[in-house]
């Protein structure tokens, strides 16, 4: 009987220690949304610039998500926190250990096919110009299956077949997986993600004037061209856009790039000629309903 | 027999209590933090490595 309120005691230390170990599992990096390499070079000082490493992910935990990183400077290791991104916008905190050492915001802009990174960063009160150019991350078999699984759980697709999972993994380069990954990316809501924007950026290689592709750029460019709208980057993005529409108009991704520039109204604000250009194509009055009740503007 | 039950119910309110500490807190830890943050510089390694140089080197060797 003395032993008995010890006993139980212990019996409950054990139960909890327990339960709270079975609930502890590693948190799982849901998106990797910058995973790049470049510059932070000090504008006062031409001989003051370090070699970036750049990685920004999202991780998620039970109910818990968090967006955190790295941030390698001449292979110093930081730790990047209170991170917040909009699509192709970052902004955070620097940590050196456990002590705030700068912040850092960048901005996403496409050169051609290749995503950059760009904007400033603050470390030990010097500011530095960064640029990081994006790496290359394509989704794995597995992560293929995973996401073609989601996505045919939530949406009827014609491409969703039994046993596709299976078929996906062992075939991720089969068109009807890659279709599916990329139906996933835009709607779940995930261009977020670098691989995502990977296998766009390839398809679109590809595919210039599918519906998806020709607003691509410039929904990936678009903060970075509101705030310099009268970048010769960003009227050469619009352009490009503008070409392809005024030679096919019918095109549903036309009116994704009227709704783009129509919503975000500082884009191509001083650009006025490109942006006329654009808000002339003759698109049909059926897409531009389309594209005004799509949940997602050419990728997003 | 009411101390069996009464045991048992103490163990059931531990256990679910020690599960609830869990979800409630909703934040990840340091050391889940680190170790996520291991995965992504990991990641950001590989996928640094992979940028291509391709085009540049053909464009050198013309």
Redesign the interface.
């Known amino acids: 009987m003395k032993l008995a309120i010890p006993l139980i005691v212990l019996s409950i230390m054990v139960v909890v220690v327990a339960a709270q170990s079975s609930l502890t599992a590693s948190p799982k990096v849901t998106a990797y949304v910058i995973l790049g390499k470049g510059i932070a070079a000090n504008p006062d000082d031409t001989m003051d610039f370090m070699i970036a490493k750049f990685g920004i992910g999202k991780v998620s935990y039970s109910t818990a998500e968090e967006v955190i990183g790295v941030l390698k400077l001449d292979e110093e290791l930081y730790r990047l926190r209170a991170v917040v991104i909009e699509e192709g916008h970052a902004t955070g905190s620097i940590y050196r250990n456990s002590s705030e050492a700068g912040s850092f915001d960048v901005y996403s802009v496409m050169k051609g096919d290749t995503e950059v990174w760009a904007g400033k960063m603050l470390l030990y009160e010097k500011t530095y110009n960064l640029y990081v150019i994006e790496g290359v991350r394509p989704v794995k078999a597995s992560e293929l299956r995973a996401r073609v699984v989601e996505y045919c759980t939530n949406n009827e697709d014609a491409n969703c077949r039994d046993r596709l999972q299976n078929y996906c993994e062992n075939n991720p380069d089969d068109s009807r997986c890659r279709a599916l990954f990329r139906a996933w990316c835009l709607r779940a809501d995930n261009m977020d993600d670098t691989r995502c924007r990977y296998e766009f950026r390839n398809w679109c290689n590809e595919n210039p004037r599918n519906e998806y592709c020709i607003p691509f750029a410039l929904n990936r460019s678009r903060l970075y061209c509101e705030e310099h709208s009268d970048s010769a980057l960003c009227e050469k993005i619009a352009t490009t856009a503008a070409d392809i529409c005024e030679e096919t108009p019918d095109n549903q991704g036309c009116a994704k790039v009227q709704q783009l520039v129509t919503r975000a109204q500082k884009l191509l604000q001083n650009a006025q000629a490109i942006k006329t250009r654009i808000m002339n194509i003759a698109v049909t009055a059926s897409l531009r309903v389309r594209a005004a009740t799509s949940a997602d503007v050419g990728g997003s | 027999m009411l101390r069996l039950i009464l045991?048992g119910l103490?163990?059931s309110v531990?256990?679910?209590?020690?599960?609830t500490?869990?979800?409630e807190?909703?934040?990840?830890t340091e050391s889940?933090?680190d170790?996520?943050?291991g995965?992504?510089?990991q990641?950001?390694?590989?996928?640094?490595?992979?940028?291509?140089l391709e085009e540049l080197e053909n464009l050198i060797i013309e």
């Open positions: 045991i103490l163990l531990a256990f679910i209590s020690g599960c500490q869990i979800s807190t909703g934040t990840l889940q933090l170790e996520a943050t995965t992504i510089e990641e950001m390694e590989n996928a640094i490595d992979n940028i291509n």
